[in-house]
Structures are given as structure tokens and as C-alpha cells.
């Protein structure tokens, strides 16, 4: 079946101006993330989305970031006012999270952002 | 705070040189390790879940093993398709919520 699909796959955009990223999740999947991932970093975790409860929003870097979820399917994730600092790819991933033992997330190839 | 701290940074091998990946972990409590491959330009792909000390998978050329402190990928007589970032991520009981470390570049050379 279809994978993760996060669009676009590049974006560039001046500084200043809000961008919106988009995840489409693997079909049936309850649970949703976001990442960042800078040149030569890790993943850092940005926000998860686990069914109907509240999202788990503790790892957005500042009130310009911001997403959501829609129909418990597609998510979208705002960046207010970017700054050359956001320059990163920004990753989704989902997962059939079930109530004990850990999950494996499937992620998208990303989307490219750059502040210029 | 849970926390991940993976070494080397990036390693170099020679084909059929085997080695050990590792990564230090602190959690609260532990819901699952997981160890991804990532290839560049592209999103990280699952290799393996631990959730207990003790416990050990293998795969093709990768095993990988975990204790209460920390989880080693071995991988044995490496061939240059095994050039890849592997990062190594935990996820707390109580939640779902991943924290990844910064992941070893493996280079292998022929």
C-alpha cells in the first residue's frame, strides 16, 4: 500500500513568511509525528498526534510552529514568520500505536525547507 | 529528562570489518529502543524494537542487543550497501513520544 507522503518535497521562502508543510499518513494509522532534522543532525521531535486526544505538542521549538490534525488523517504543520534558523527537512511519521510495547513509525522522505 | 547519546559520530570500515554501534540511553521507564537506517535524501526505515534487557534481534549482517543502560548494533562483515546513518531512538512508558539521538555516519569502503 501507499507510504507516507509529505509534500512539498521543497520549499523555499524569504524570511518572514509562513509556510504550511503537509503529511498525508499511511491509511488506518492512529498515530502521526513531526521531526526536524537539521544538516548532519538527528531527529528532533516537534509534536505527535495520538487518535482523538490532545496532542502532545511539548517539543515545538516556539509559538510560530503550530499543526493540526484533521479527520484524524491528514496533518498540516505551520510555521508563522519563518526564520533562517527553521532551514531544516521536516519529517512525518506514522504508526498503529498500540496500547504497550513500542511502535514502529514509517516515515516520509520529507520536505526541504529553506529561509532564505 | 530522557535522553540519547550514540557513538561513534561516523565510523569507517573496510568490507568484512566488523563493528559495534552504540547508544546510551536514559528513560523513565522503557516502552521500546528502536534502531532505523537512514540513507541520504530519504526518511528513516525501521530495523528493530528491543523492550527488555537481555533481549537480542538479528538481521542479515545486524544484531542488535540491549541493556538497562544501553543498546548495541553489531554488524558483521559490513558490504558497502550497508553505508548508511543508523539512529537510535526510545520511547517512554506513559506516552509515545520519541526521542531520537544524533546517529553514526557508517562508511563502508570495498
Known amino acids: 500500500g501507499a507510504g507516507v507522503s509529505q509534500s512539498p518535497s521543497n520549499k523555499v521562502t524569504e524570511k518572514g513568511k509562513d509556510v504550511e508543510l503537509r503529511c498525508d499518513p499511511i491509511s488506518g494509522h492512529t498515530a502521526l509525528y513531526w521531526y526536524r532534522q537539521s544538516l548532519g543532525q538527528g531527529l528532533e521531535f516537534l509534536i505527535y498526534f495520538q487518535g482523538n486526544s490532545a496532542p502532545d505538542k511539548s517539543g515545538l521549538p516556539s509559538d510560530r510552529f503550530s499543526a493540526e490534525r484533521t479527520g484524524g488523517s491528514v496533518s498540516t504543520l505551520t510555521i508563522q514568520r519563518t526564520q533562517q534558523e527553521d532551514s531544516a527537512v521536516y519529517l512525518c511519521a506514522s504508526s498503529l500505536n498500540a496500547p504497550t510495547g513500542g511502535n514502529i513509525q514509517y516515515f516520509g522522505a520529507g520536505t526541504r525547507l529553506s529561509v532564505l | 529528562e530522557d535522553q540519547v547519546t550514540q557513538s561513534p559520530e561516523a565510523l569507517r570500515l573496510q568490507e568484512g570489518e566488523s563493528s559495534s554501534l552504540n547508544c546510551s540511553y536514559t528513560?523513565?521507564?522503557?516502552?521500546?529502543l528502536f534502531w532505523y537506517r537512514q540513507d541520504p535524501g530519504k526518511g528513516p526505515e525501521f530495523l528493530f524494537t528491543l523492550y527488555s534487557a537481555g533481549e537480542e534481534k538479528e538481521k542479515e549482517r545486524l544484531k542488535a542487543t540491549l541493556t538497562k543502560k544501553e543498546s548495541f548494533l553489531h554488524i558483521t562483515a559490513p558490504k558497502p550497501e550497508d553505508s548508511a546513518t543508523y539512529l537510535c531512538a526510545v520511547q517512554a512508558t506513559g506516552g509515545f513520544k520519541t526521542i531520537f539521538g544524533a546517529g553514526t555516519r557508517l562508511f563502508v569502503k570495498a
Open positions: 528513560v523513565s521507564g522503557l516502552r521500546g
